[in-house]
């Protein structure tokens, strides 16, 4: 199956030092989606990515609540939030970019988690659906109406992304193997696949577009 990719984003999610082994919320073999997402990029003219951004004293993290440990689940600013290890803190090394990740021919990056009251899986919206990043209107405004997910994690960010440009009505396809889960529990990588694929998302393999 010959892709065609006018009119189509090769968006790279999350694909940060604390998500790849030896990060702060590690995403085990993580690493092997670089070069993947690498080769995915010599076919794109128009690629973005985006960026977990927080604050350290962000909501999310385990450290900022009394007694917490990683993985419980607390009400924060009225949703239920998983609590993590503090991770992707503006300015730290963690939060760049894998260096082997070629940023080249990046559009924009877009930048969600800042809000420290408020966590950001998606790429579009805060979890509580109140703050924008402004990517579904630059995609729109571009024209463009096709958009590729990879990144980190499949079970997290990947997943609410991808269902977001669903609901916001680009066809939405997932690169499997340009992605991989945190799976907290064992079997969160592949309902989140069950999941995406039931919201609409188009499941294919990376050879679909890069032979
Ligand atoms: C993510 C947990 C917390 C992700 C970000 O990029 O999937 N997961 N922050
Ligand atoms: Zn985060």
Redesign the pocket.
């Known amino acids: 199956m010959a892709m065609n990719l006018k009119n189509s984003v090769l968006l790279i999610v999350d694909v940060q030092n604390d998500f790849l082994p030896g990060g702060a919320l590690a995403v085990e073999k993580g690493d092997e989606i670089i070069p993947v997402i690498n080769a995915l990029q010599e076919k794109f003219d128009f690629i973005v990515s985006t960026q ?1 951004f ?1 604050p350290a004293d962000h909501g ?1 993290f385990a450290a900022n609540h009394k007694g917490k440990s990683p993985g419980e689940v607390i009400e924060l600013d009225g949703l239920s939030q998983i609590l ?1 290890p503090v ?2 803190v503006e300015g730290s090394e963690g939060a760049e970019f894998h260096e082997d990740l070629n940023p080249i021919k990046w559009k924009a990056i877009f930048q969600k ?1 800042r809000n420290t009251l408020v ?1 950001s899986y998606s790429g579009f919206f805060d979890n509580a659906r109140r703050e924008d990043t402004g990517l579904g209107e630059f995609l729109q405004r571009e024209g463009i109406t096709d958009v590729y997910v990879t990144g980190l994690a499949q079970d997290y960010c990947v997943k609410f992304t991808a269902l977001d440009a669903v609901a916001l009505g680009f066809k939405t396809y997932l690169i499997t193997d340009a992605t991989r889960a945190v799976n907290l529990s064992p079997e969160d990588g592949n309902k989140a696949l069950e999941e995406m694929e039931s919201g609409g998302v188009i499941l294919v393999g990376s050879t679909e577009i890069t032979q």
């Open positions: 977990d927080h999310s993590w991770h992707c988690g966590d």
